[in-house]
């Protein structure tokens, strides 16, 4: 693969936010070519070697809600063969028991394609159990199982990437009509992390555009609703620490991205859709330099995102207003609720979510749930909860019922 170099970023402390890169090739060959190496040039190639030695340590975390399995079967084709698919399904499992046939779907193909996955229930008991014995309590449910929720989904997925001893995960939602884009994102996430600049960092996707019928025509959007909204606050939030305007962040509810495991174990997540964008906020809240860092190493090594542009269109399933609506208010929310977020961007985001018609003047936003960082957890308890008897070999329905 072919990317631009990071050129600009921008510094939060030990936050290390690159500037957009765009794809110049997605396959650049398996020779080496010296001219890549000169410090002049904006391009950096990624040789075949280093994109399959990432890939293998690698574990793509499919969240999936009753999604149509002729998408859910397109994401597996699309997943590189070294990378380890886990799939954590929160699925209906009344009348029609939709995680069966998932379980169905992956089975198969990845039977024919020769390949390993992990496939779990996010209300599996034996999950909460591992995660409880374990000493992760804050994700369960009265009914002492792990909670709804796409992040919820994401930090089980990490804790069972961990558990099969991955150093990087990435998402990839299951609703893409894509199997190319699919590639994509992941040969993006293996390129980056296999240059990236230190043991902590981010990877995070902006889609180049989100095709749409308007007038009868297609027309390719670039930002959608939520993430023009959230982007703007996000980098308002960042101009008022430093004093200098920006607009750096440009993926602020990137629900593609990755991350080393690192990263992924020191940062605390909040629930449902605010995820993404939390992500940002806990990074200056925790590595900004502004509140008491409880990790001296990750301020020593620096944390680098990188933002790419994938060349790819991305088309998913349409899921209405009022799901964007609670998008907005999730990832205003935790912006608004954070301990650095200054009184008069508040004020602001009140006027925002007033303009939405997404709160009444007078209403707060909602508080996301903020599930602390997975690094307590005591990984040997956790796996001899869960028979990971032979990892090498993973072909794996993990199901009480
Ligand atoms: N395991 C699990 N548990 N998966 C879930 C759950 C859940 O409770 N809820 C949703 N999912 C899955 C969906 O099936 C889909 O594969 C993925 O999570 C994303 O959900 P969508 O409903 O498709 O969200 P979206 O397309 O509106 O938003 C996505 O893109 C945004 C960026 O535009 C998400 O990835 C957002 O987090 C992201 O900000
Ligand atoms: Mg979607």
């Known amino acids: 693969m072919r990317l631009e170099l990071p050129r600009h970023a921008e510094r939060f402390g030990a936050n290390i936010i690159h500037d957009i890169q765009k794809v110049y090739e997605l396959d650049a060959g398996n020779v080496i070519d010296q001219q890549f190496s000169d410090p002049f040039h904006v391009v950096q190639q990624v040789s075949a070697e280093q994109l399959h030695e990432v890939e293998s340590q690698m574990a793509i975390i499919i969240p999936v809600k009753n999604e149509r399995l002729r998408l859910l079967e397109g994401i597996l084709y699309g997943i590189p063969h070294y990378c380890l698919p886990i799939i954590v399904s929160n699925s209906s499992r009344n009348e029609i028991d939709r995680f069966r046939l998932e379980q169905n779907v992956v089975e198969n193909y990845c039977r024919f394609a020769k ?51 991955k150093k990087y995960v990435g998402f990839i939602d299951a609703d893409n009509y894509f199997p190319g884009g699919v590639f994509e994102y992941v040969r993006i996430y293996s390129a980056t992390m296999a240059k990236a600049g230190s043991d902590y960092a981010m990877t995070r996707i902006l889609w180049h555009s989100k095709p749409k019928i308007v007038d009868d025509q297609l027309f390719f959007a670039k930002y959608g609703r939520v993430s023009r909204i959230t982007n703007n606050y996000l980098n308002l939030f960042a101009s008022q620490h430093t004093g200098f305007e920006t607009s750096i962040l440009k993926t602020g509810n990137a629900g593609e991205h990755a991350l080393s495991m690192p990263l992924a174990l020191e940062l605390d997540y909040s629930a449902g859709f605010s995820v993404e964008t939390y992500h940002f906020i806990n990074m200056f809240e ?28 991305h088309l998913h399933e349409a899921k209405g207003d009022e799901h964007l609506h609670e998008m907005i208010e999730y990832s205003l929310a935790v912006i608004y609720h954070s301990p650095l977020c200054m009184p008069a961007l508040k004020q602001e985001i009140l006027e925002e979510l007033h303009r939405q018609k997404i709160l009444e003047l007078g209403q707060e936003p909602l508080r996301p749930r903020i599930y602390p960082s997975l690094k307590t957890i005591d990984w040997n308890i956790f796996s001899g909860h869960l028979d990971f008897s032979d990892i090498s070999n993973v072909q794996h329905t993990f199901i009480q019922n």
Not at 135 to 161: S, T
Not at 289 to 312: A, F, T
């Open 286 to 313: 925790k590595f900004g330099g502004i509140l008491p860092c409880p990790c001296p190493d990750v301020m020593k090594s620096g944390v680098h995102i990188y933002q790419v542009e994938s060349r790819n269109p």
């Open 115 to 165: 390949k390993n996955y992990l496939l779990v229930h996010q209300k599996d008991p034996v999950l909460a159990l591992a995660f409880e014995k374990a000493g992760y309590p804050h994700m369960h449910d009265e009914a002492g199982l792990l909670r709804n929720g796409k992040a919820e989904g994401m930090l089980l997925g990490i804790a069972l990437a961990r558990a099969m001893g």
